[in-house]
Nanobody
């Protein structure tokens, strides 16, 4: 059974940082490009970052470019999202994902003073 479990979210003040983790199981993890998505209240789910498989090519949305860093550890079947300089627009539920895979429960990130 394929499972993605996100962790590391929470409440942070504007300008702060968080690191999200996503542990994958039940799949040949290193064969999949991995994504981070987010969904803010009343908005559609949007892709935040993508990291490919072999060469770890990385893509970011314009809204997080320069502030967020995606990385992966294939030995641990885990993908990370380091988020810096957070602001209120980053408040959302964050999900990790791979194409064709299930959506996990996500993890709440709230940026507020």
């Amino acid at each position: 059974q394929v499972q993605l479990v996100e962790s590391g979210g929470g409440l942070v003040q504007p300008g702060g940082s968080l690191r999200l983790s996503c542990a994958a199981s039940g799949l040949t993890y290193k064969s999949y490009a991995m994504y981070w998505f987010r969904q803010a209240p009343g908005k559609e789910r949007e892709m935040v970052a993508r990291i490919s498989t072999v060469d770890s090519t990385i893509t970011y949305s314009d809204s997080v470019q320069g502030r967020f860093t995606i990385s992966r550890d294939n030995a641990k079947n885990t993908v990370y999202l380091q988020m810096n300089s957070l602001d209120s627009d980053d408040t959302a539920v964050y999900y990790c994902h791979f194409q064709g895979g299930p959506w996990g429960q996500g993890i709440q990130v709230t940026v507020s003073s």
